[in-house]
């Protein structure tokens, strides 16, 4: 079966680092990426691993293990405006993205 | 400010009625996507449209009707609709990489539908 899990909630403190982990069982592999999504919103694209290894994008990275099945993303000098669900999915052989339920991220002061 | 509009962005429906959602994008994709996003659940693919034509239709009951009359324009007629369908009903658009999708989609603000 396909399945990508990613924790439900997780917080932090605003100026810090948080890594959200996402480990995924698929039928194939065309690329890892990551949306994010604030409350009432539409998901927005943050980014895209095809290769192993980090992707750095301002505050934002992403990494990728093929072999393990396993990408995170991180955020740091984290914002109140990070405060958001955060999306992992990935792309199986048929080119549709398999999506994970998200994890909600809260950011406190 | 995605590109992509939905509307209505909020609709309450009896079981017995028929309503529609529209999306329209802005961003000369050629592909389109109905995605349904109930809370703590993953969003489930719907329906696809590479170049107008359907090409994927993930076992979606028949009560949920895809239209799409050009690149730019997809509709979503809804009718004898279960309680069990209340949830945030996403569009998407992407271009294509000849046939593929290169998997970064641009969404809409959802429609949020709920059946009584």
């Known amino acids: 079966g396909q399945n990508i899990d990613q924790p439900t909630e997780m917080t932090a403190t605003e100026g810090a680092i948080v890594q959200i982990n996402c480990t995924y069982q698929?039928?194939?592999?065309?690329?890892l990426f990551w949306y994010q999504q604030h409350a009432g919103e539409a998901p927005t694209f943050l980014s895209y691993?095809?290769l192993d290894g980090l992707e750095e994008k301002g505050r934002f990275s992403s990494f990728l293990s093929r072999s393990k099945g396993y990408s995170y993303l991180l955020l740091k000098e984290l914002q109140m405006k990070d405060s958001a669900s955060y999306l992992c999915?990935?792309?199986?052989?048929?080119?549709?993205?398999?999506w994970g339920a998200g994890t909600k991220l809260i950011i406190k002061p | 400010e995605t590109g992509v509009t939905q509307t209505p962005r909020h609709l309450v429906m009896g079981m017995t009625n028929k309503k529609s959602l529209k999306c329209e994008q802005h961003?000369?994709?050629?592909?389109m996507y109905w995605y349904k996003q109930s809370a703590k659940k993953p969003l489930e693919l719907m329906f696809v449209?590479?170049?107008?034509?359907?090409?994927e239709n993930n076992s979606v009951p028949s009560r949920f009707s895809p239209e799409c009359p050009n690149s730019s324009h997809l509709f979503l007629h809804l009718h004898t609709l279960q309680p069990e369908d209340s949830a945030l009903y996403l569009c998407?658009?992407?271009?294509?990489?000849?046939?593929?999708?290169?998997?970064?989609?641009?969404f809409g603000e959802g429609s949020r539908l709920t059946v009584l």
């Open positions: 961003l000369g994709h050629n592909a």
């Open positions: 691993n095809v």
């Open positions: 449209y590479n170049f107008k034509e359907q090409t």
């Open positions: 998407a658009s992407s271009q294509l990489d000849g046939f593929a999708n290169t998997g970064e989609l641009f």
């Open positions: 698929t039928s194939g592999f065309n690329g």
């Open positions: 999915a990935n792309m199986d052989s048929n080119y549709q993205l398999i």
